[in-house]
């Protein structure tokens, strides 16, 4: 039985959003994000399942159990926000202990549990820091080591990494995979970055206008995007107008390119674009699908070079090569070609 079920909620507001008959269901011990551009729905979703917001129509159920109308002090689960909210008056130990002594634990254990949440985040010793002195990824593992003290049934975190700088960002966002997958939680995050989305969950459900618009796991929806708006959002752009122009073939303004199958049985009654991944072109014209263009812009990203291609036709699109390739630079000629499998008709459905 799932931990938890969300059944066909929704949920009006007077200004006319809607979010829109949400489903799904988790298992103990997984991590879903929640992923979407602002404005989507994330939020408002965290806020009904954890009781803070209350539907318009459907349910919630933890266990099997309807607490759609349960408080949410009642349900057990542990909330993280963004701004984290500290008590600057109160030192690490109080922080995180403040939730344990609400619920009339004994010293002995408010001591316990405190020291296992803070050796969890890797802030041993901590215990009697004053708050307002700690960096900001202190912060945030004192914040995530209070919500974790509890042992919530469930876990949801707003945007927890959304008020550190970019450095810091990257550098906890692998601690705080670690130290989820290590507390067992069953945890929520909710964020508009793919790549805290990739990186921390078993699962994605991506958000566009209050509905869910694809759910998978991290590789699944990288590889197998569901339309070309969720391309576009996990910054996917090389995309083209595309036609069916026979079993496996796709007619663009570029040229006319064999994929590996039909998307969905595509039988062109529908608008469709076509996707070209930009990881699995190849140098040289020695394969499918060759295209040629003047490179524009040549980068180093550490591991890849990313190249600016202006293809014939006046049309631009970004390809991305390991940083061994011997490439040519700005203002050269290259021909590249592209295997089947790098070319995915998407629809335009959700656009």
């Known amino acids: 039985m799932p931990i938890l079920e969300v059944r066909r909620l929704s949920r009006s507001y007077p200004d006319g959003w809607t979010l829109q008959d949400v489903s799904f269901s988790m298992e103990s011990g997984e991590v879903i994000a929640i992923l979407g551009p602002s404005g989507c729905g994330k939020t408002t979703l965290l806020r009904l399942i954890a009781g803070l917001e209350r539907p318009d129509t459907g349910q919630v159920l933890l266990n099997g159990v309807d607490i759609t109308d349960t408080p949410p002090h009642r349900r057990d689960f542990g909330l993280m926000f963004q701004d984290?909210?500290?008590?600057?008056?109160?030192?690490?130990?109080?922080?995180?202990?403040?939730?344990?002594?609400?619920?009339?634990?004994?010293?002995?254990?408010?001591?316990?549990?405190?020291?296992?949440?803070?050796?969890?985040?890797g802030l041993k010793g901590f215990e009697h820091r004053d708050v307002n002195r700690l960096s900001g990824?202190?912060?945030?593992r004192v914040a995530l080591a209070r919500s974790l003290a509890p042992r919530p049934r469930l876990?949801?975190?707003d945007e927890p990494l959304g008020a550190l700088d970019r450095t810091l960002r990257e550098r906890l966002l692998e601690e705080l995979s670690v130290i989820l997958r290590q507390a067992g939680?069953?945890?929520i995050v909710v964020t508009h970055d793919q790549e805290e989305a990739f990186a921390l969950a078993d699962r994605v459900i991506l958000m566009r206008a209050g509905r869910i618009v694809q759910m998978g796991t991290p590789e699944e929806v990288y590889a197998r995007p569901a339309s070309a708006?969720?391309?576009?959002?996990?910054?996917?752009?090389?995309?083209?107008?595309?036609?069916?122009?026979?079993?496996?073939?796709?007619?663009?303004?570029?040229?006319?390119?064999?994929?590996?199958?039909?998307?969905?049985?595509?039988?062109?009654?529908?608008?469709?674009?076509?996707?070209?991944?930009?990881?699995?072109?190849?140098?040289?014209?020695?394969?499918?699908?060759?295209?040629?263009g003047i490179i524009t812009e040549r980068t180093f990203r550490g591991e890849v070079y990313r190249l600016n291609v202006r293809l014939n036709g006046g049309v631009d699109m970004v390809f991305s090569f390991p940083a061994s390739s011997d490439l040519p630079g700005p203002g050269e000629p290259i021909t590249l070609t592209l295997p089947p499998e790098s070319l995915l008709p998407l629809p335009l459905e959700e656009e």
Not at 244 to 264: C, H, N, Q, S, W
């Open 84 to 121: 984290y909210a500290l008590f600057p008056h109160k030192d690490v130990f109080g922080n995180v202990a403040f939730g344990l002594r609400m619920r009339g634990l004994s010293r002995a254990q408010v001591a316990g549990r405190v020291a296992e949440a803070l050796e969890l985040v």
């Open 137 to 140: 990824g202190e912060r945030q």
């Open 155 to 157: 876990l949801m975190l």
């Open 185 to 187: 939680v069953t945890a």
């Open 229 to 292: 708006w969720v391309a576009r959002f996990l910054g996917l752009t090389n995309l083209l107008p595309a036609r069916r122009a026979g079993p496996g073939v796709v007619e663009t303004p570029i040229g006319i390119f064999r994929v590996e199958k039909d998307r969905l049985g595509w039988d062109g009654s529908i608008p469709m674009q076509l996707l070209i991944r930009p990881e699995m072109a190849r140098p040289g014209h020695d394969g499918p699908n060759a295209i040629a």
